[in-house]
């Protein structure tokens, strides 16, 4: 069986825009990509090394596959004894399972051994797993499983087999830290760029809201098919051609439909949500994704985010609020 792995695409949107003024940009690698600060003053370059330091911190505890965070604590213990994690990432995963319920299970946290079990973060692939693996892992996922208790900040899993992945809400969520610690510290005008996942704070210097390109899943990492004017808000885009492999002719691709346990099968190409909560971009944006085109737009009304849809037939869907 012939195995071919296609390279991660990870740049998904794209800044067009910059003020007129010098720019001062540092790049690094982390939550499984590379991210980018931009600050447009001299003075503003001092605040993104906390900054960083921060989203390093939120990594490591939502990173499930970092032994020493809180989500791989978490796993650790499925099946076993409630976790007790950090106000922080109890708040994150509270939120992810209210975005379960208010997607009525698009999107679920709870598919981490679902995936896991596709291996979409393994550089070979020599079979796609199989009906029954699948099917006996899914009931496992069910968001109820995932019990919180407020009061003791604890998190268990009642379920052995389900493992906790923040994946779809982790960046959007970053981005929005980022964003706010950056104004925190003084800094009136930045972009957080966490994978193409964009949060941009404020707006150009003479005033004009950020232009963000949004990539075409069509052309190379760059290319892109529209644009987005905004301000303070984040950007978050989901699609298939992000991350996959091919096997045998067919293309698996990441984001799962938790009602099959495989790769959703969506008349969108790439969605993307406008809205200044990250969490809420970023869930909403692979919910969509698994929702197909009609539902994506009832749901995206319904919470109230601008959003931007490319279907598969080459239609672009626009929502405003
Ligand atoms: P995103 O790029 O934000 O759409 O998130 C995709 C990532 O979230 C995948 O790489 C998986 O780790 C995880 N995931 C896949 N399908 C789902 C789903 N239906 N709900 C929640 N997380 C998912
Ligand atoms: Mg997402």
């Not at 911190?57 to 976790?83: H, I, K, T």
């Not at 002719?249 to 008349?267: F, K, M, N, Q, W």
Request: glycine share 8%; charged share 20%.
């Amino acid at each position: 069986m012939k195995t071919r792995v296609l390279p991660l695409v990870m740049a998904i949107v794209i800044l067009l825009s910059s003020c007129s003024g010098g720019s001062y940009t540092e790049y690094e690698f982390m939550m499984d990509t590379n991210c980018s600060i931009t600050v447009y003053s001299r003075a503003d370059r001092d605040a993104v090394a906390p900054v960083f330091a921060r989203l390093r911190e939120l990594d490591r505890a939502l990173d499930r596959f970092n032994a020493s965070g809180d989500v791989a604590r978490v796993n650790l213990s499925a099946g076993q004894s409630p976790v007790e994690v950090s106000p922080e990432v109890f708040g994150l995963i509270s939120r992810a399972k209210e975005l379960c319920e208010m997607t009525a299970g698009a999107f679920n946290p709870l598919l981490g051994a679902v995936s896991d079990l596709w291996g979409f973060d393994r550089a070979e692939h020599e079979s796609v797993p199989s009906q029954t693996e699948i099917a006996g892992l899914l009931e496992a996922c069910d968001i109820s499983n995932l019990v919180l208790d407020a009061d003791s900040c604890s998190v268990y899993i009642a379920d052995e087999r389900a493992r906790l992945d923040l994946g779809a809400i982790a960046k959007g969520y970053a981005g929005q830290v980022a964003s706010q610690l950056l104004a925190e510290l003084g800094v009136e005008r930045a972009i957080v760029n966490l994978g193409g996942n964009v949060t941009v704070l404020g707006s150009r210097e003479d005033g004009r809201p950020w232009r963000v390109g949004i990539q075409n899943p069509e052309a190379d990492e760059g290319g892109y098919f529209a644009t987005v004017d905004c301000s303070d808000t984040s950007v978050v885009t989901s699609g298939a051609y992000q991350r996959y492999f091919d096997l045998d002719g067919v293309r698996y691709h990441h984001i799962l439909d938790p009602s099959t346990g495989y790769p959703a099968e969506s008349d969108i190409s790439s969605v993307t949500i406008i809205s200044p909560d990250g969490a809420l971009a970023d869930a909403l944006s692979t919910a969509c994704f698994v929702l197909g085109s009609r539902n994506a737009e009832e749901l995206c009304r319904r919470c109230g985010v601008q959003a931007l849809i490319l279907t598969t037939s080459g239609e672009i869907i626009r929502l405003e609020q």
